[in-house]
């Protein structure tokens, strides 16, 4: 299994670095972490990848 990679961005830089954080969720596909402190503090997704969370979340990852 593949790691995903972490990308944190302080959350400070959201509204500076939005379209740039936008593309890099779009591009990756993975998480990125919004930081507070310098501690994860929110997570951005991809709909994709939060589709595939719920997936696996739900118990339907097998199922057909």
């Known amino acids: 299994r593949k790691k995903m990679s972490e ?11 939005f379209d740039d954080i936008l593309k890099i969720v779009d591009e990756t596909n993975e998480p990125v972490f919004l930081t507070k402190d310098g ?3 929110l997570v951005l997704l991809s709909m994709e990848a939060y589709k595939k969370l719920r997936f696996f979340d739900l118990g339907l990852f097998g199922t057909k």
Do not use: G, R, W, Y
Request: net charge negative; glycine share 0%.
């Open 39 to 41: 501690v994860p503090d």
């Open 7 to 17: 990308t944190m961005i302080p959350l400070a830089d959201l509204q500076d670095k």
